[in-house]
């Protein structure tokens, strides 16, 4: 843990809070888990983090059979990870309070309101939005200088990509912090002023909506506008797949947001998409998007 001593300010980081235990909070809780840290994991919805720890051994099994993880290695990663019931007791002691909370600004206000009555001062807070304001969710905290985005991709724990997303009150200590304990769990930080859809929201949509576009507009299937990014530009996945895979309703409200945010034509969500949202059609989860997954 010597990334973090040497931060002027910053606590070493031996305890960590997420609170959210869906695909994107067990993920969370998952990686930190397997550098060491002791994880409270919480949802509004207990049912919500037996799921996820049930995502978690299923995750490290699959590993096992991949010859990357033992059994021991299995069972030491889940001993790490506890199931709690509020965020109060989650966030009691932690260094590093982590919100995985669907994307929406009043929801992660509120988390954050309750979080930081019940975390110590010394604690990180941090937000995995993918694009809304940091500046706007840290006005629930006391002290936004702790306060920080630390934005994961799915799959958490095979991703290695996080944006750290600094605000206007984000202290260097907090910055530095974070990016040292992203580098110890194995991830790669880029580091990114907040600003809407930070850098890879803000370019993954404008892609994706366009890519959509030209569904919409019969110029070319899925697979084939798919297949042409991954073969010309190297892209190890498709536009369109990779919105099935994050989930079409996520997209659009990422979308929805951008384009009032930056008044730019680029991010208006395409009727196609909108109608299939409403007709339920949201990706893999649903098992029909812009592929059919109904059969794995």
Known sequence: MSETKGTPGAPEIRRVAVLGAGTMGNGIAQVCAGVGCEVALYDVDEGAVERGLARIRANLDKGIELGKATPADRDAVLARVSAVTSISDAAEGADLVVEAAPESLELKAKVFSEADGAAPERAILATNTSSLSIAKIARSVSNPARFIGLHFFNPVHIMKLVEVVWGPDTSDATRLAAVAFVRRLGKEPVVVKDSPGFASSRLGIVLGMEAIRMVEEGVAAAEDI?????????????????????????????AEYLHGALHSEAFRPPELLKRMVAEGKLGKKSGRGFYDWSEG
């Not at 798919?226 to 990422?254: C, F, N, Q, S, W």
């Open 226 to 254: 798919d297949r042409a990014m991954e073969l010309g530009y190297r892209h190890p996945m498709g536009p369109l797949k990779l919105t099935d895979l994050v989930g079409l309703d996520v997209r659009l409200g990422i």
